[in-house]
């Protein structure tokens, strides 16, 4: 394999959301893109904080990379996107699925926002869609259409490595809730096996880890063949009705994420907060039992 296949991946975990954001770097350049960063949020007081995406800005500038994109794996509702703030500081474009439009349909609607919010995907710079491809420097990413945790979930192969969001998680630890709406059981199983029929030796990195029973540390890179022989959810052949049947089932049981109210509002406008009101200060809305 060449070495422009094996892109040089850096993992930043951040404690408070359990989220993984990744700078993918060219190995024969110093072209990168970074993929699912992390704006900190403190919901009790409302403020923002930078420190998680500092540190990514600080080893990009210590290594001194060329951010080419700044990649979005879905609309999170777990954490709130720097995706602006980086692109502000270092460049790059920012890309989502074009999916992202059904998305911000459906939360418009929830959080009953105007006519001024636009439900064209504009916020971004690029909309993806199932094959397109997209350079890394000398590196070639192309992108998978991975449905099922949201409507516009993708996951991004560059060179032999995938990043796959919310879609698969650690092989001890399974695979993504399906009860946002949008979501689909029989869509994520699809997507799944569609991620499971690359290479066996493609490095998988997910988007979360919240160590599973039994693991003492935090994990976050496996390959298609671990997944395929132990995902704990998919592994072993287990067949798509078994899958729906378990998945389903385990969604009634989970709680809202703590953060899902503030992070879609602003994620679904590319990380940008909603427009400030007369006094200068962006609010955030709580719709009352729509969620």
Same mark, same amino acid.
């Given at each position: 394999?060449?070495?422009?296949?094996?892109?040089?991946?850096?993992?930043?975990?951040?404690?408070?959301?359990?989220?993984? +954001? /990744?700078?993918?770097?060219?190995?024969?350049?110093?072209?990168?893109?970074?993929?699912?960063?992390?704006?900190?949020?403190?919901?009790?007081?409302?403020?923002?904080?930078?420190?998680?995406?500092?540190?990514?800005?600080?080893?990009?500038?210590?290594?001194?990379? +060329?951010?080419?994109?700044?990649?979005?794996?879905?609309?999170?509702?777990?954490?709130?996107?720097?995706?602006?703030?980086? %692109?502000?500081?270092?460049?790059?474009?920012?890309?989502?699925? #074009?999916?992202?439009?059904?998305? #911000?349909?459906?939360?418009?609607?929830?959080?009953?926002?105007? =006519?001024?919010? %636009?439900?064209?995907?504009? %916020?971004?710079?690029?909309?993806? #869609?199932?094959?397109?491809?997209?350079?890394?420097?000398?590196?070639?990413?192309?992108?998978?259409?991975?449905?099922?945790? +949201?409507?516009?979930?993708?996951?991004?192969?560059?060179?032999?490595?995938?990043?796959?969001?919310?879609?698969?998680?650690?092989?001890?630890?399974? =695979?993504?809730?399906?009860?946002?709406?949008?979501?689909?059981?029989?869509?994520?199983?699809?997507?799944? %096996?569609?991620?499971?029929?690359?290479?066996?030796?493609?490095?998988?990195?997910?988007?979360?880890? /919240?160590?599973?029973?039994?693991?003492? +540390? /935090? &994990?976050?890179?496996?390959?298609?063949?671990?997944?395929?022989?132990?995902?704990?959810?998919?592994?072993?052949?287990?067949?798509?009705?078994?899958?729906?049947?378990?998945?389903?089932?385990?969604?009634? @049981?989970?709680?809202?994420?703590?953060?899902?109210?503030?992070?879609?509002?602003?994620?679904?406008? &590319?990380? #940008?907060?909603?427009?400030?009101?007369?006094?200068? @200060?962006? /609010?955030?809305?709580?719709?009352?039992?729509?969620?």
């Amino acid at each position: 394999m060449s070495s422009n296949r094996h892109p040089d991946v850096r993992g930043f975990f951040d404690d408070a959301t359990n989220t993984i +954001t /990744y700078v993918v770097k060219d190995p024969a350049g110093p072209s990168c893109a970074i993929v699912d960063s992390v704006l900190d949020f403190d919901y009790a007081s409302g403020r923002t904080d930078t420190r998680s995406a500092d540190a990514v800005i600080a080893h990009v500038r210590a290594e001194g990379l +060329t951010v080419e994109w700044i990649l979005e794996s879905h609309v999170h509702a777990d954490h709130l996107s720097a995706a602006p703030y980086i %692109q502000k500081l270092l460049g790059g474009k920012i890309g989502i699925g #074009q999916k992202i439009t059904v998305v #911000q349909d459906t939360f418009g609607k929830i959080f009953n926002e105007g =006519t001024e919010f %636009q439900r064209d995907g504009s %916020q971004f710079d690029r909309l993806f #869609q199932e094959g397109d491809r997209f350079d890394i420097g000398g590196l070639e990413g192309h992108v998978l259409h991975t449905p099922g945790h +949201t409507p516009a979930c993708l996951t991004y192969v560059i060179g032999d490595a995938a990043f796959v969001g919310d879609t698969l998680f650690m092989p001890d630890f399974g =695979t993504a809730r399906c009860d946002f709406p949008g979501g689909s059981a029989e869509a994520l199983f699809a997507s799944i %096996q569609k991620i499971l029929s690359l290479p066996d030796d493609t490095r998988i990195f997910v988007g979360h880890d /919240y160590k599973a029973p039994g693991r003492d +540390t /935090y &994990a976050w890179e496996t390959t298609v063949a671990e997944e395929k022989a132990k995902n704990v959810h998919v592994g072993a052949g287990r067949s798509e009705d078994e899958f729906v049947k378990m998945r389903n089932a385990r969604d009634e @049981t989970l709680a809202m994420p703590r953060l899902i109210i503030p992070s879609l509002q602003i994620n679904m406008r &590319a990380g #940008q907060m909603p427009p400030a009101e007369a006094d200068g @200060t962006s /609010y955030l809305k709580v719709p009352v039992d729509k969620l």
